[in-house]
């Protein structure tokens, strides 16, 4: 569907038309820029070609690190998409969602604000609190590997400054990058200090987005070479306001998902002839006032009052600070590289959520109060985490190429769970209920998470076109967890600690095969798995979840054709996913058990052409079907006059939140417009297929011990989740010095939706309305970069 979306508000008006005339007559300027720049100066020898924007995998980039070495891309047996430093900046990309849409096979959920996010790829999808997808800060991964930090909806979404690329690698990345990396891996790649040039970067920008608010951006750097060729500082910060866009049909407050991010960075390098030194600090923060949410009606799926109308009577903040502090030394020993990676990590998150169709009803149904209460959840969540990776590299250019390491890792964190009742209007219940019901519960969940992995990784080259790639790691995790319920009538009250210890061996093997200088065939099997751990204790969940595992098989081919104009890379693949992680509820309480199989298979497809020096084309391209094989397996509930067995996914269901089909389709144009000066003007339009929220729920009555005998049955079907286009416009002119650029995202202003859930009466199971994530509405906004 679509529209515009506008509110008729009275302030912010002039403000919002000034910056849409400004922004529309400079993308106007731009765009009728090349009919008068034919007789423009070419652009000089002496300055570098710009790196497109719209294309997200820029298959001219050559340097990648994903086999933890500096390899060519087009060389490497394995699905990696890069996106460049000025590929964000075009796309004014501030958070993952921004970018996602444009590499084929990743799937991102936005759950309303920055860093609420979920991340799968290949249709490997977020089903429990562990995560699929592994993230790493250059040597550095970030993120718990355990099942207590909600890592499934809070994957690390940083604001991408100071960033040089990002790697995304697609598939199971278990030999190199172990826990949670089976789904693949997202790999920030910041920009490292410069012996070479003294740099100083100052850059800002306006935006406004179509029935919303405005909001700004500010940022600076520098560059400083310490010393001849040795050492060199590197500094950076940036900060980003997000204008809110969605209202309070409840209150009647706007714009109430204003959002601001900030990031700084220091990193200092010392470079010696066999050894270097690289030492670094980054911090970000994440302050969203609310979640961008809409109220659809559970029936219709229309909105209760309004396109970008939620319904709520508690706020829902959200807030999250991050640190990471790395130390990385390269040893060259002549017949080897040595390298040390250590990592430490702080994050702390705060969630507040409205829990007042959930919960609101205990106060009429269970107290006997004359309507529903209004309830708040509150989690905190704490983590530090410590790695260290020693890994022995073989030097580059022999028959045999070998790598060998060894990893650790320390994960300390804790989660409370606050839930509290109040009356509609937010005032305390009326004594003595308050203090009977005023908390429903406080519930404390320390954890803790130590492993320790060998691998080894080889690369032989058999003859001049077959080389063969094999990687093995052995791991070992042990895990220690407390239940510690304090308060509240929601669960009982008690202490029940939990542990867990498991052993994980994964594997590889890519044989490639040069067909010509310019073709490679390669084939790859690879597994990876998600550590399994201590459960939670409610009624009859296990006492722990075992490992998810999936094996993985691509068949690929890297291919560049015309003069190396045009760049075609095509891959199918199959993975066959067992054991999965999925949590299902008994008495309204969510846990984890092992589910069933589940199969994903698929195509990608990346191509680019240079159909002239100043015209690139691009598309990119996704087919995935993902199912369960197989009913999860069912939780029982027993009662002394009949069973409850419940099912959270049934065989033939679609796997959540992945489209069978996605697409990018891009084009740019650059040009001289003459006294240094270059222009460039894109766009792009992509396309999500139709998705579902989650998977089938059933729940069956059967006689106390015989599941064969059914007295009642129902099935809840996923939710539909709509597809939908959006298309991206850029331009931008720069001298070298100076880079200003103009956008509108989602130019049509297209309602899609990024997810949807639906929202129900824990005591009654009335479906009161669903909640649906919009992305976000058309954005006009003006940027401006000065280097000197």
Do not use: C
């Amino acid at each position: 569907m679509n529209g515009n979306g506008e509110k008729g508000r009275q302030g912010g008006v002039p403000q919002r038309s000034a910056l849409f005339a400004a922004t529309a007559a400079a993308l106007a300027w731009m765009a009728a820029a090349p009919a008068f720049a034919q007789e423009a100066v070419p652009q000089p020898e002496s300055q570098p070609e710009r790196q497109p924007a719209a294309d997200a995998v820029d298959l001219d980039v050559v340097v990648v690190t994903a086999n933890k070495r500096v390899e060519n891309i087009r060389t490497v047996g394995s699905s990696i998409s890069l996106i460049g430093e000025q590929q964000l900046e075009n796309l004014n990309a501030a958070r993952m969602s921004d970018y996602a849409d444009y590499v084929p096979g990743l799937q991102v959920q936005d759950n309303g604000a920055p860093g609420l996010t979920s991340v799968s790829m290949r249709g490997i999808s977020a089903l429990s609190s562990g995560a699929t997808v592994g993230t790493y800060v250059d040597e550095v991964p970030l993120g718990s590997s355990g099942l207590y930090q909600a890592a499934t909806t809070l994957a690390l979404d940083l604001l991408p400054y100071d960033i040089g690329r990002i790697e995304v690698l697609r598939g199971p990345q278990g030999t190199l990058y172990g826990a949670g990396a089976m789904g693949g891996l997202i790999k920030y790649v910041t920009r490292e200090p410069d012996t070479a040039a003294r740099e100083f970067r100052v850059g800002g920008g306006l935006s406004t987005v179509s029935g919303g608010g405005n909001g700004w951006s500010g940022r600076a750097g520098a560059n400083l070479p310490l010393s001849d060729d040795r050492m060199a500082l590197r500094v950076s910060y940036g900060r980003h306001e997000g204008a809110g866009y969605t209202d309070s049909a409840i209150d009647g407050e706007q714009d109430i998902n204003d959002s601001v991010q900030t990031s700084a960075r220091a990193a200092f390098g010392w470079y010696g002839d066999a050894f270097t030194m690289r030492v670094s600090a980054l911090r970000q923060t994440i302050d969203a006032d609310d979640r961008a949410e809409v109220a659809l009606d559970p029936d219709t799926y229309q909105p209760l009052f309004g396109e970008l109308d939620g319904r709520l009577w508690v706020r829902q903040p959200f807030s999250k600070e991050f640190d990471l502090y790395a130390l990385t030394l390269d040893w060259d020993l002549g017949w080897a590289d040595f390298v040390s990676a250590s990592g430490w990590s702080d994050t702390t998150t705060d969630i507040q959520l409205d829990a007042t169709i959930p919960y609101g009803e205990v106060a009429n149904l269970l107290l006997g109060l004359p309507e529903a209460g209004a309830s708040t959840v509150v989690n905190e969540l704490e983590l530090d985490k410590f790695t260290q990776e020693f890994r022995l590299t073989s030097k580059a250019g022999g028959p045999f190429e070998w790598m060998v390491g060894a990893f650790y890792t320390k994960e300390d964190g804790v989660q409370r769970q606050f839930a509290s009742l109040s009356q509609l209007d937010g005032s305390p219940l009326p004594p003595p209920l308050d203090a009977v019901a005023g908390t429903l519960a406080v519930i404390h969940l320390p954890s803790e998470y130590e492993e320790m992995a060998l691998f080894a990784n080889g690369s032989w080259r058999v003859t001049d076109r077959l080389t063969l790639d094999a990687g093995v790691r052995q791991a070992r995790n042990d895990q220690q967890f407390v239940q510690d319920v304090t308060e509240g009538i929601l669960a009982p009250i008690e202490r029940t600690p939990g542990e867990s210890s498991e052993d994980v061996f994964t594997w590889s093997l890519s044989p490639k095969f040069q067909l010509a200088d310019d073709v490679m065939l390669y084939a790859k099997a690879a597994t990876g798995y998600q550590p399994g751990g201590p459960n939670a204790v409610f009624g009859n969940a296990p006492p722990s979840v075992d490992s998810s595992m999936l094996t993985s098989y691509e068949l690929g081919l890297k291919s560049q054709f015309a003069d190396q104009r045009l760049l075609f890379d095509l891959v199918a693949f199959r993975i066959d996913w067992e054991d999965i992680q999925v949590v299902t509820q008994i008495d309204g309480l969510g846990v984890l058990v092992n589910g069933g199989e589940a199969t994903s298979e698929g195509v990608e497809l990346s191509t680019v052409f240079r159909a002239t020096d100043s015209l690139r084309l691009g598309l990119n391209a996704a087919w995935t079907d993902a199912s369960l094989k197989e009913d999860f397996q069912p939780t029982t509930v027993q009662t002394p006059d009949f069973d409850v067995v419940l099912n959270s996914g049934l065989a033939g269901d679609r796997m959540p939140y992945v489209p069978e089909w996605s697409w990018s389709a891009t084009a740019e144009y650059a040009f001289a417009l003459g006294a240094g000066w270059q222009g460039l003007v894109g766009g792009a339009l992509r396309h999500v297929g139709d998705r579902v929220g989650g998977t089938s729920d059933r729940e069956r009555i059967v006689l106390p011990g015989d599941p064969s005998t059914i007295l009642d049955e129902t099935v809840t079907a996923p939710l539909d989740v709509d597809g939908y286009q959006a298309l991206d416009l850029y331009a931008s002119v720069t001298n070298g010095s100076w880079n200003i650029r103009a956008y509108v995202n989602n130019a049509t202003d297209e309602r899609g939706y990024s997810s949807i859930s639906r929202l129900e009466s824990a005591l009654s199971g009335t479906v009161a309305q669903l909640n649906a994530v919009p992305i976000r509405p058309r954005t006009y906004g003006l940027e401006f970069d000065y280097r000197f």
